[in-house]
């Protein structure tokens, strides 16, 4: 696709809800990111892949989240059991190789955990 | 560890003034140096990037930024403000490695008066 994209752009839950949120990379891009931005901890990495491997995980707060990614493509970031600290836009990002200089950012999934 | 800050959280200017944004960076190497701008509801777009060679970097939008070594800096400057530029500024550091994933500063929010 033309570029990084996101679904849902926002997203309300009830806490103790699991959600899926969905990334679509730009085409041919291997190596793709999910970001967390909130107001109290700004923007932090939580998740790296490298294809279809995600051999960097050190981001994730806690064992509820968790993401795949299927076909060197589309990648889904799963929140279980949703909290309110949960609350946050999660920007997805795509580059072209692996550790690649340049990122591109979709528009993001803003989430509400109500 | 790498990191970068941003001292200044809030700027306001006047449109056609010159602006300044700071960044300091923490790395042990030679980094790979980002700005990127956010307007409200939007993604992350690069306006310029630094990896080596020249230290005064062009971006996008007029935008320029310099790398200075002796001073862990990478401020961001523009000549002459435009209030389409109203947005929020982020200097990242490419962390390096297999992964390069980026890490933020806290972001300086722009305000442009008329």
């Known amino acids: 696709g033309a570029g990084v994209s996101q679904s849902p752009s926002n997203k309300v839950t009830e806490k103790g809800k699991d959600v899926e949120l969905r990334c679509d990379p730009i085409?041919?891009?291997?190596?793709l990111y999910w970001y967390r931005q909130s107001l109290g901890q700004g923007l932090e990495f939580l998740i790296y892949?490298?294809?279809?491997?995600?051999?960097?995980k050190s981001g994730l707060p806690s064992d509820r989240f968790s993401a795949e990614r299927t076909g060197g493509s589309v990648s889904t970031l799963t929140i279980q059991r949703t909290q309110q600290e949960d609350s946050a836009v999660y920007l997805c990002?795509?580059?072209?190789?692996?550790?690649?200089?340049?990122?591109?950012f979709g528009q993001g999934t803003r989430l509400t955990v109500v | 560890a790498q990191s970068v800050t941003q001292p200044d959280i809030h700027i306001t200017v006047s449109e056609g003034a010159s602006l300044e944004l700071r960044c300091n960076y923490s790395?042990?190497?030679?980094?790979?140096l980002f700005w990127y701008v956010q307007s409200p509801g939007q993604g992350l777009q690069l306006l310029l990037k630094?990896?080596?060679?020249?230290?005064l970097v062009q971006g996008i939008k007029g935008f320029e930024a310099e790398f200075k070594r002796s001073q862990s800096s990478f401020n961001l400057r523009k000549p002459s403000v435009h209030w389409s530029d109203a947005a929020e500024y982020f200097c990242?550091?490419?962390?390096?490695?297999?992964?390069?994933?980026?890490?933020f500063g806290t972001g300086t929010l722009l305000a442009v008066q008329p």
């Open positions: 990002a795509s580059s072209l190789v692996p550790g690649g200089t340049e990122a591109f």
């Open positions: 085409s041919g891009h291997t190596a």
């Open positions: 892949f490298q294809g279809n491997s995600a051999p960097d």
């Open positions: 790395y042990g190497a030679t980094p790979y």
């Open positions: 630094y990896f080596s060679g020249d230290t």
């Open positions: 990242a550091v490419g962390s390096g490695g297999a992964t390069n994933k980026l890490i």
